[in-house]
Structures are given as structure tokens and as C-alpha cells.
């Protein structure tokens, strides 16, 4: 069995969210982890050097695809996939225009179905990865809540 540190990819990673608190508790576990989100400057106050901040608009084939390659070949491999980029949609959905519904959903399905047949042949190649898909409002998770999720998720063997 390999000693070699995990490699992890995770979207979504806006100071605040799920998937910030992942990057830290990951990274605390020995991981290397690349962090990506649309805005860089959200991920400015990481605090562990192992984790690695990438530009990644999940919506665009061309940026998931370069992240992919980008990561593969600085380190060879995706280990563990953490699909958490998502948005919820506000109010009830008869009260959604047709366009907020229809990015919801680009967002929510599409966008995890394109990273993950990106890094998808990585893996297979490897005969070894993990994905995870968490379909989060990121947004609305308070700062306390984070530190909750980082606090059980070092309770966790990585």
C-alpha cells in the first residue's frame, strides 16, 4: 500500500462553505489538496500549505478540463473527488423563472457530471478513486457550522 500523501479535488471551496471546512480537514489529514472556485480571492485564508487554490467555473467544459490536466500533471493522480460546488434555488419553484431553475440545475447536475468525466478516466486508468457529491447550498452554511464540519471531520481516518 502507498505512503504517498492523498490527492484531492474539491469544488466549491468559497471561504464560509462546506467545502472550505473540507480543504482544511483534508488537508490536516495529510492530504494535497486543490481547492477551486470561480473567484479565487474567496479562497484567500486558507491556512494549511498543502492546499493548493485553482480558478474553476464548473459550467465551462474548457476550465474543468484544464484543472484536470493541470492536477494530473503536477501529481500524477485524483485520489478523491469532492463534487460541492451547488446552489440552492430561492423560494418555491412555481415562483422560479424558467432561466434560475434551468441554472440550478446546470449547476446542481450538469456541472457534477462534467468534473466528474474529467477526472473520471484518471481514475479508471488507476483502477483506484473516490468520489464524493454533496449538493450543499454553500452559501447559507454559517461560519459556525463550518467549524462544527471541520471538527467532526477530524474524527475521520482519511
Not at 471546512?21 to 494535497?32: F, K, N, Q, S
Not at 456541472?111 to 474529467?118: D, F, K, P, Q
Request: proline share 4%; charged share 20%; hydrophobic share 35%.
Amino acid at each position: 500500500m502507498s505512503t504517498s500523501p492523498k490527492v484531492v479535488l474539491i469544488t466549491g471551496c468559497s471561504e464560509g462553505g462546506i467545502g472550505f471546512y473540507l480543504c482544511e480537514a483534508y488537508a490536516a489529514h495529510g492530504c494535497i489538496v486543490y481547492a477551486t472556485a470561480r473567484r479565487p480571492e474567496t479562497m484567500s485564508s486558507f491556512s494549511h500549505p498543502n492546499i493548493y487554490t485553482l480558478k474553476l467555473d464548473v459550467l465551462e467544459d474548457d476550465e474543468v478540463n484544464s484543472v484536470v490536466k493541470t492536477i494530473i500533471d503536477r501529481e500524477g493522480r485524483v485520489d478523491i473527488l469532492v463534487n460541492n460546488a451547488g446552489s440552492g434555488a430561492p423560494g418555491p419553484i412555481l415562483d422560479m423563472s424558467i432561466d434560475q431553475a434551468r441554472r440550478a440545475f446546470e449547476l446542481n447536475t450538469f456541472s457534477v457530471l462534467r468534473v466528474s468525466r474529467a477526472v473520471a478516466p484518471h481514475m479508471a486508468k488507476r483502477k483506484s478513486g473516490t468520489y464524493c457529491h454533496h449538493w450543499f447550498d454553500c452559501s447559507s452554511v454559517s461560519n459556525s457550522m463550518g467549524r462544527d464540519v471541520l471538527r467532526y471531520l477530524k474524527r475521520l481516518r482519511i
